[in-house]
């Protein structure tokens, strides 16, 4: 099976958040115009024969107006009807109006928004007000109909409280997918809000077992990515497979990245939509020759772990972004991943084989000792949705 195509517009790098732990945003960024719009959709038609989607990424999108979605949309739907193009969208959600809604349900958008959990934790990491800016333009999108799920980054500091955090999530009925804060590439201190790969290994066995404690109540996305990966040995999210030629970012100017991630670094620009570059110029450039060598580090470093079919590393912006390129090891956060992936493992084992396996497949419901829900149940949910 193919991985998907996916492709992140990035209309502008600004942002009218100052999150403390952000790594991409940058004051007074240009914003791109419809030009750069119609090369990027040329550039696919030729570039592209599968079906294609489209995530307008920032900084923050939202700040590129009504006008450019207005004009955006039907520009590229128009002209890739072949790729049968879905849209999707990840904002703070400060500057969503019922216009830009209106807008966004005409191509059914869904938005990914981001919320570290009560007002007070989001507030501090994310800064003062964010938590109602955010709630009034969720407010707005759901009143238009929109679906809008949150993620939640953990620090090093919200990690103290992911009990509160996880009750946030689910009292409130929303989705729960998270993100560890990575070292900051600005300010002094690039470590001060980084959550450490130990503890997100951590904070992914506890969100398994709340998880399982409150089955059929919240969705853990993350916790889901990873018992798919595991069922079916290939990865379900980007992290989890060989994202490069299957990923690329377009910048405010036109110029192409492997992913929004790189966007802004010199060092990283591929080519530019203008010249239509092909995949294998993309890869043959100095930014993807990088990207094929994590690749092939992988293959080598990682052959003897028992989850390289559906890890592939982990993703490779967090290996080599802070090394200028170079790769000298495969994502930190390996640690956290192989904690998840095995103790997935052996609970399915010691469910499927060991003393815990009461009433598994007998009655079909996945109930361990205790009467608590098991993995097994939560393998036949995600399965079965
Ligand atoms: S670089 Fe990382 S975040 Fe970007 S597409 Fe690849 S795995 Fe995903
Ligand atoms: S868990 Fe670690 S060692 Fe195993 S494939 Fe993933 S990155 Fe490599």
């Avoid at 450019?68 to 049968?84: N, Q």
């Avoid at 002094?188 to 998880?211: F, T």
């Avoid at 929004?260 to 995949?279: I, L």
């Amino acid at each position: 099976m193919k991985s998907p195509f996916h492709i992140m517009l990035i209309p502008t790098l600004g942002c009218p958040s100052n999150c403390s732990y952000c790594w991409s945003s940058e004051e007074n960024s240009s914003v791109m115009n419809l030009e750069t719009v119609n090369d990027v959709a040329l550039w696919l038609k030729d570039f592209q024969k599968d079906q294609v989607t489209v995530t307008f990424h920032g900084g923050e999108p939202l700040l590129a107006g009504a006008d450019f979605y207005r004009k955006a949309l039907p520009l590229i739907s128009d002209e890739l009807t072949e790729l049968r193009p879905s849209f999707a969208i990840q904002t703070n959600l400060w500057r969503m109006t019922r216009e830009i809604a209106e807008i966004f349900s005409e191509y059914s958008i869904p938005v990914g928004s981001s919320i570290d959990g009560p007002k007070e934790i989001n507030d501090l990491q994310r800064g003062e007000g964010y938590f109602e800016k955010t709630m009034r333009g969720y407010k707005i999108a759901q009143e238009s109909g929109l679906s809008v799920r949150f993620i939640c980054t953990f620090t090093s500091y919200s990690i103290e409280y992911k009990k509160k955090i996880f009750e946030f999530f689910l009292n409130n009925n929303l989705v729960l997918k998270l993100h560890p804060a990575l070292p900051s590439m600005k300010g002094d201190n690039p470590n001060k809000w980084a959550l450490s790969p130990e503890l997100y290994g951590e904070l992914l066995v506890y969100l398994l077992d709340r998880y399982l404690e409150n089955l059929g109540k919240i969705e853990v996305m993350n916790i889901n990515d990873l018992f798919r990966c595991v069922f079916t040995r290939r990865g379900s999210v980007c992290t989890f497979v060989d994202c490069m030629g299957n990923t690329f970012a377009i910048g405010p100017e036109g110029d192409i990245y492997p992913c929004y991630r790189f966007v802004g670094m010199p060092d990283f620009v591929m080519g530019h939509v203008r010249t239509h570059p092909s995949k294998e110029e993309l890869l043959a450039s100095e930014a993807g020759q990088r990207m094929l060598r994590f690749k092939e580090y992988v293959d080598k470093n990682c052959q003897d772990c028992t989850h390289i079919r559906y890890c592939r590393g982990g993703c490779p912006y967090n290996a080599i972004a802070l090394t200028n390129g170079e790769v000298k090891g495969v994502d930190p956060h390996c640690i956290a991943y192989k904690r998840a992936f095995n103790e997935i493992n052996e609970r399915l084992n010691e469910e499927m084989f060991g003393s815990s396996s009461i009433d598994m497949l007998g009655a079909g419901k996945g109930i361990v000792e205790g009467g608590r829900p098991g993995i097994m149940a939560l393998m036949q949910k995600i399965m079965s949705g």
